[in-house]
C-alpha cells in the first residue's frame, strides 16, 4: 500500500524528524515511546504498513514486534466485527439493522484498507426508543451491563450510551447520542438517524452514517469525545471527506443546525495542524478558520475534560444542551439522586464515591 | 478430475485483515491467523477451484516456498474451521 501524505503525517508528527521519516531505525527508547504513541493514537496499522513499504526504517525485532502487535489487534477488530454480525442476527428479525459508529464503520468506508484502522470496541447507534428493548435483549443472551441505569426512563432519556460486555468478552457501547454533556443533546436525534449506507459485516447487512453525518461524527470524537484527541478520529475525517466527496454546505448546514459549528471547526482546525493543509479541502478549511465561536460556546465547551473540565463538570452543563425544562429537572434530579439499585451496585463496585471526587476536582478548579 | 469432485470456494462470510506481512486473519467457527501458504491458498481461490486442482496448484507453491506439508490436510483443516467452503464433503 502506498503511504500518502496522510498516512506520513500520521506515523512521523511525533518525531524528532516531524514531517519526514527517519533516515534509521529509531534507537529502543524511541521506537518504545512512537509505538506508544500510535497505540494511544489507535494508528498502529499505519505504523505497520509504513514499515512493511520500507518508509519507516526499523529493525528487524521492531519489525517483527509491530507486525505481530498489528495482528494481535486485527484479530481483536474480527472478534468485535464477530460479535456485531451475531448481534445483527438477532435483531433483524425485529426489524432493526444496527448503525455502526466510530472505528468499526471507518474502518470500511473511510480507509484505504480495514487493517489501518485500529479500534477496540463496538459502537453502535441506537434510536432512543428502541434502546430498552435491545438492552433487555443482550442481557437476555447473557451479556452483562456495568451499573444499572439512574432510573427507568435514563438510558432512553438521557444517557450518552450503555457500554455492555458480551460473554466473548467484547464491548459494545449502545449509544443513544453521540457524546457526552450538553453538545450530545444539542444533537438532533431523529435526523442523524434519517441518512444512512448499508455496510457489508461479512455478509451481514449493517449500516453506517452518511459520510456528511460520518464527517461530523468523528469532528465530535475529536473535539470532546475524549480527554485526548485521537488522530485516528483525524484519520476518519480525512478518509470520509477523501473517498466519499462530503459537500461542505451539507456538513456545515448540519453542524450549525445540531449545535455543534463551533466543534466541527475545531476538529477541522485541528485534523489540519495534525494531518496538513492538503489533507482537507480549501472550502471546508476557510470554513474552520472563518467561523467565529460565541462566548455561550466557549462556556459550554470549557466543561469537557479535553478543554479542561471534568466528567463531573460535563455531567452538570448537560442541562444546557436541553430543550425543556421537564427534562432538565428529571435530568438533575435522577443525577443527583439515582435510584437506589444505581446507588447499590455504586457501592458494590470499586468506584469512589460520585460526588465527592468529582465535587471536589470541580472546586479545586475555580479560580 | 471428475464432475463429482467438490468444489472448493472461500467462506463469503469470512471476515478478513491482510496484514503488512502477509499475515491473514480469518473469522470462521474461532479466528485463526494464517501465514505464508494460507495466504497463498487464499489468493489461489479467489474464484472456485475444484479439490483436486486446488491441490496440485498448493503443491507447486508449497514446492516454491520450500514447505513441506500434506496439501490435502492442510485444505480439509481450512474447510473445517469454516473459512473455506466445500460444495460436498471434502475428499479424503
Known amino acids: 500500500m502506498t503511504v500518502r501524505s496522510e498516512h506520513l503525517a500520521a506515523v512521523t508528527r511525533d518525531l524528532p524528524s516531524a514531517g519526514a521519516f527517519p533516515t534509521h531505525p529509531l534507537d529502543a527508547l524511541g521506537w518504545s515511546s512512537l ?15 509504513a514499515v512493511a513499504d520500507g518508509e519507516m526504517p526499523a529493525t528487524d525485532r521492531q519489525m517483527e514486534e509491530i507486525f505481530e502487535r498489528h495482528a494481535l489487534l486485527m484479530r481483536h477488530a474480527l472478534v468485535l466485527e464477530d460479535e456485531t454480525r451475531t448481534l445483527a442476527r438477532r435483531l433483524h428479525p425485529h426489524g432493526v439493522v444496527p448503525v455502526l459508529l466510530k472505528g468499526m464503520a471507518a474502518a470500511h468506508l473511510d480507509h484505504e484498507d480495514p487493517s489501518l484502522r485500529v479500534f477496540q470496541d463496538v459502537d453502535l447507534l441506537v434510536r432512543p426508543d428502541d434502546v430498552d428493548s435491545m438492552v433487555a ?3 437476555l443472551v447473557g451479556c452483562t451491563r456495568d451499573l444499572p441505569p439512574r432510573s427507568e426512563d435514563w438510558d432512553r432519556r438521557f444517557s450518552k450510551d450503555i457500554a455492555i460486555t458480551t460473554p466473548r468478552g467484547a464491548e459494545i457501547d449502545l449509544h443513544r447520542t453521540l457524546v457526552p454533556g450538553p453538545f450530545g443533546f444539542t444533537l438532533d436525534l431523529e435526523e442523524l438517524h434519517a441518512d444512512t449506507v448499508a455496510v457489508d459485516l461479512g455478509g451481514i447487512a449493517v449500516k453506517a452514517l452518511c459520510p456528511e453525518r460520518r464527517v461530523l461524527a468523528a469532528a465530535l470524537a475529536l473535539s470532546v469525545g475524549e480527554p485526548q484527541a485521537r488522530l485516528a478520529a483525524a484519520l476518519d475525517l480525512v478518509g470520509t ?19 455543534v459549528g463551533a466543534l466541527l471547526a475545531e476538529a477541522l482546525g485541528w485534523a489540519t495542524d495534525a494531518l496538513g493543509e492538503a489533507a482537507l ?8 478558520v472563518d467561523r467565529p465561536t460565541s462566548r455561550r460556546e466557549r462556556r459550554i465547551r470549557n466543561v469537557y475534560r479535553s478543554a479542561g473540565g471534568s466528567n463531573t463538570a460535563t455531567l452538570l452543563a448537560a442541562p444546557a444542551g436541553m430543550s425543556n425544562w421537564r ?6 434530579r435522577w443525577l443527583v439522586r439515582p435510584s437506589p439499585a444505581y446507588r447499590h451496585a ?22 | 478430475m471428475t464432475a463429482t469432485d467438490p468444489v472448493l470456494r472461500r467462506a463469503p462470510d469470512a471476515l478478513v485483515r491482510l496484514c503488512p506481512d502477509r499475515t491473514l486473519v480469518l473469522v470462521g467457527d474461532s479466528v485463526h491467523t494464517l501465514a505464508g501458504a494460507g495466504v ?20 507447486a507453491i508449497f514446492a516454491e516456498m520450500a514447505v513441506s506439508s500434506d496439501v490435502a490436510t492442510f485444505v480439509d483443516d481450512l474447510v473445517r474451521v469454516g473459512v473455506l467452503v466445500s460444495d460436498s464433503p471434502p475428499v479424503n
Open chain 1, 327 to 332: 427534562d432538565r429537572a428529571d435530568y438533575l
Open chain 1, 241 to 259: 471527506v477523501r473517498h466519499h466527496g462530503v459537500d461542505t454546505a451539507v456538513v456545515t448546514d448540519l453542524s450549525e443546525r445540531w449545535g
Open chain 1, 137 to 139: 435483549d443482550l442481557l
Open chain 1, 35 to 49: 509505538t506508544a504513541e500510535m497505540e494511544r493514537h489507535r494508528t498502529v496499522g499505519y505504523l505497520s504498513w
Open chain 1, 346 to 367: 455504586r457501592a458494590a463496585s470499586a468506584r469512589p464515591r460520585e460526588w465527592r471526587t468529582g465535587l471536589s476536582e470541580l472546586v479545586r478548579r475555580r479560580p
Open chain 1, 281 to 288: 479541502p480549501g472550502d471546508l478549511r476557510r470554513w474552520s
Open chain 2, 40 to 59: 497463498a491458498l487464499w489468493d489461489l481461490l479467489v474464484d472456485p477451484l475444484r479439490a483436486p486442482d486446488v491441490v496440485q496448484r498448493m503443491q
